[in-house]
Nanobody, 125 residues
Framework: QVQLVESGGGLVQAGGSLRLSCAAS????????MGWFRQAPGKEREFVAT????????YYADSVKGRFTISRDNAKNTVYLQMNSLKPEDTAVYYC??????????????????WGQGTQVTVSS
């Protein structure tokens, strides 16, 4: 079992920044590929970014590339999502996810078997 707890969400003006954190605990938490997803009201959950266990392999959705950065600190069992140049369309609940089955995370919700409870990010125009 892997437990995930997100934090760092909030209200920010367009153009601003936020850093989300995801604290992982449980079996082999530091060895799992991790991902960030988001879900806006009335929309499906969508992929944002993923990182493998060593941090050597990163992948981003086109909509956030160049603005968001995913990173991890395995000593702290924590994954981060630095979000810069935020736009109103980034408003959503952001979820952290862990993949306990493969070495590299994917871009589908089906690639992950553990999820956090989510943290709200609201970007005002």
């Amino acid at each position: 079992q892997v437990q995930l707890v997100e934090s760092g969400g909030g209200l920010v003006q367009a153009g601003g920044s936020l850093r989300l954190s995801c604290a992982a605990s449980g079996r082999t938490a530091s060895r799992n590929p991790m991902g960030w997803f988001r879900q806006a009201p009335g929309k499906e959950r969508e992929f944002v970014a993923t990182i493998n266990w060593s941090g050597s392999n990163l992948y981003y959705a086109d909509s956030v590339k160049g603005r968001f950065t995913i990173s991890r600190d395995n000593a702290k069992n924590t994954v981060y999502l630095q979000m810069n140049s935020l736009k109103p369309e980034d408003t959503a609940v952001y979820y952290c996810a862990a993949d306990s089955r493969t070495l590299y995370g994917g871009a589908s919700t089906k690639d992950y078997d553990y999820w956090g409870q989510g943290t709200q990010v609201t970007v005002s125009s």
